[in-house]
């Protein structure tokens, strides 16, 4: 890797064509560019939209409107306006589709002739999604958006953001290596995107046939994927359909720069544009939330398991100097990065649960009707037998005992026991979901990404303002004054 050099000299003038851009992870890119490099030339952002008018209106309701770009409308005042109509070019598209699903014939021979940059953010995050929403923008998606890349006469570099849980249940070091067709993670052999596609369609066509309504599709659909997801040995559909996508990246990408990012656990700013914004509920913040509300009073997971966290704004950080770093290089098996801290700065459960105790403890959450939550501390199992038990002894039993001291109030314990019986099977079924998280046994290698580090400290990269090294994340700090605030503010409902 060639020394990095400053990123602001080379934001500027650039047109960057951002994919995916109403996500958490785009917006913070998008805000940290136009405020460090008002000179950048242009930023399209590709929304999936019905049409212009829909892609307006997804701009100021889902992204400026947000808190995150306070600073940027204080800092420009009055012209803030002017400026976003003048940097910013909508695009109403779907990546799911050939061509991005451009209609615009215009708009689409500007964006081929200008774009320098294209950051793939686009896909859905939902674990256990219907598989053929998820093949379509997972994976399909990164084969429409590197087709659409080699048209771009200009483009530089493409940076396409996977999640380093591609790896499914990992256990030890794992490394920043490329998937290929035909891998899987437990050697079943025969994976084969296009017969994937193909039992979607068919699969659809029986249900259809069938007469069957559309709930009973969704949830066929989202069987299917993790059925699929299971037999090459992913544990869900969300990291299986991402694992595939990159497999296209490696098939397709040719002699064009491409540069995958995986992020760990994304987590709230630690400084830019300032620290707490978050949006969504992820791994952590779910837990943090139930606990916080008064709602969790034990979790499964392994105490000294390592929680690989990462500030949002390290990430896109990481990116920009990646950005960078890779414009007309060649096409690089290496260029693939880690962006986590279990290497250089682990973070375990058993500190979330200190976390989450101190600060509900000192700032209890206040329920609507004015009274504060009491939170104890929190019960923690280590396996799902020690869970299920626990479930029937605090909440199942006692229901059961009632029921035998007063004849007259049999039907009332009944009715009550059959909907706690329902409630806690859908809490199994999240506890399934996220099993293989809490008790997640691997760390994210990050080798490539300190060559960055170091490349960007050598090179004269502007590191005080495009800082992602992990050790310099103070976890006390920056859990109990910044991340668990920022899920009060903006997660708390």
Known sequence: MEEVGSILHFLQDKTILVIGATGFLA?????????VQPNVKKLFLLLRASDDKSAASRLQNEILAKDLFNL?????G????????????????????EDLGLKDSILRKDILSQTDVIINLAATTNFMERYDIALDLNTFGVKHVLNFAKECIKVKVLIHVSTAYVCGEGIGLILESPYVFGDSLNGVAGLDVDAEKKLITEKLGELRDKGATEREIKGAMRDLGMTRAKLYGWPNTYVFTKAIGEMFVEQLKGNLSVVIFRPAIVTSTLKEPFPGWVEGVRTIDSLGVAYGKGKLSCFLGGLDCVVDAIPADMVVNAMLVAMVAHANQPSDDHAIYHVGSSVRNPLRYLNLKDYGFRYFTAKPWINKDGTAVKV?????????????????????LPLQGLKL??????????????????????????????????FFKGIFDDINTEKLR?????????????????????WDDYFMNTHIPGIVKYIFK
């Open 405 to 438: 001291v007063n004849i007259a109030l049999c039907q009332y314990f009944q009715e009550t026991y059959l909907e706690l019986n329902r409630k806690i099977e859908v809490v199994m079924q999240l506890v399934e979901l996220y099993r293989p998280y809490l």
């Open 72 to 76: 940027l409308k204080e800092k420009l």
């Open 454 to 474: 170091l490349a960007a400290r050598e090179g004269g990269t502007e590191t005080d303002l495009f800082y992602f090294d992990p050790k310099d994340i103070d």
């Open 78 to 97: 009055t012209n803030f306006k002017s400026f976003i109509s003048e940097k910013i070019t909508l695009v109403a598209g779907d990546i799911s589709c």
């Open 27 to 35: 917006k913070i890119f998008l805000e940290k560019v136009l405020r």
């Open 376 to 396: 104890g501390k929190c019960t923690v199992l280590t396996d799902m037998d020690s869970f299920q038990r626990y479930v029937y002894i605090r909440y199942l």
